[in-house]
T-cell receptor, first 108, second 115 residues
Framework: RKEVEQDPGPFNVPEGATVAFNCTYS??????FFWYRQDCRKEPKLLMS???SGNEDGRFTAQLNRASQYISLLIRDSKLSDSATYLC?????????FGAGTRLTVKP | EAGVVQSPRYKIIEKKQPVAFWCNPI?????LYWYRQNLGQGPELLIR????????DSQLPKDRFSAERLKGVDSTLKIQPAELGDSAVYLC?????????????FGPGTRLTVL
C-alpha cells in the first residue's frame, strides 16, 4: 500500500461546479497534512494546511479524519484558474510524503 | 525576497555521463530538501538536510547519487553515472527548521533528460 494515495482523476468540471478530492494515508502517526497545488511544468506551492478541526479559505475547504486516515479538499464555485494538479501531502516525522496528485480541469 | 534558486533549469546528457544540480534556499531556512519528480507522480524525497547535516538520506540511491551542503546554505546534488531512468525533474525545497508544520518552498526544478 502506498503511503499516500489520491484519486488520480482527471476531474473535468464546468465553471461554477463544486468538486471534492480525497486522499488516504497509511501511517497513523502522521502529524501534519497539507494540500499543495502544482501547475503544469511548475513547482508545487502550498494551497492550505489541514487542521484537525477542518479549515476553510475562501472557496477551499479542507477536512481531516484521523480515525479513517483520510483528508479531503473541497473547491466550491470552480474557476478556470483552479485548473491544476492538487497534491496531498502528509508529514511523517519531518519528512513529507506526497501523493501522486489529482488533476483538475475546469472548463468554460 | 528571493525564492529558492536552482540551476540549471534544463539539462540534457547522454547516459553514463555525470551531472550536477545546484540549489540556493531561501535565506534563513535551515532545512533543505532534494526531491525527484517523475511524470505523473508526486515529488519523492531523496535527501533532507538540517543545516549541513544530512538527517535523512534513506531514499538516496547511494551507488550513483551524492549530495552535499558544506556550509549549511547552498547544496549540490550529483549523479554519476547517469542512467536513462534518472530522467525526471529534480526539485529543491527549503523550510524553517524546528517543526513538521512548516511550509516547504520549492524551487523551479531542474528538468533532466538522459539520452
Amino acid at each position: 500500500r502506498k503511503e499516500v494515495e489520491q484519486d488520480p482523476g482527471p476531474f473535468n468540471v464546468p465553471e461554477g461546479a463544486t468538486v471534492a478530492f480525497n486522499c488516504t494515508y497509511s501511517n497513523s502517526a502522521s502529524q501534519s497534512f497539507f494540500w499543495y497545488r502544482q501547475d503544469c511544468r511548475k513547482e508545487p506551492k502550498l494551497l492550505m494546511s489541514v487542521y484537525s478541526s477542518g479549515n476553510e479559505d475562501g472557496r477551499f475547504t479542507a477536512q481531516l479524519n484521523r480515525a479513517s486516515q483520510y483528508i479531503s479538499l473541497l473547491i466550491r464555485d470552480s474557476k478556470l484558474s483552479d485548473s491544476a494538479t492538487y497534491l496531498c501531502v502528509v508529514n511523517m516525522g519531518n519528512d513529507m510524503r506526497f501523493g501522486a496528485g489529482t488533476r483538475l480541469t475546469v472548463k468554460p | 525576497e528571493a525564492g529558492v534558486v536552482q540551476s540549471p533549469r534544463y539539462k540534457i546528457i547522454e547516459k553514463k555521463q555525470p551531472v550536477a544540480f545546484w540549489c540556493n534556499p531561501i535565506s534563513g531556512h535551515n532545512t533543505l530538501y532534494w526531491y525527484r519528480q517523475n511524470l505523473g507522480q508526486g515529488p519523492e524525497l531523496l535527501i533532507r538536510y538540517e543545516n549541513e547535516e544530512a538527517v535523512d538520506d534513506s531514499q538516496l540511491p547511494k551507488d550513483r547519487f551524492s549530495a552535499e551542503r558544506l556550509k549549511g546554505v547552498d547544496s549540490t546534488l550529483k549523479i554519476q553515472p547517469a542512467e536513462l531512468g534518472d530522467s525526471a525533474v529534480y526539485l529543491c525545497a527549503s523550510s524553517l527548521a524546528g517543526t513538521s508544520y512548516n511550509e516547504q518552498f520549492f524551487g523551479p526544478g531542474t528538468r533532466l533528460t538522459v539520452l
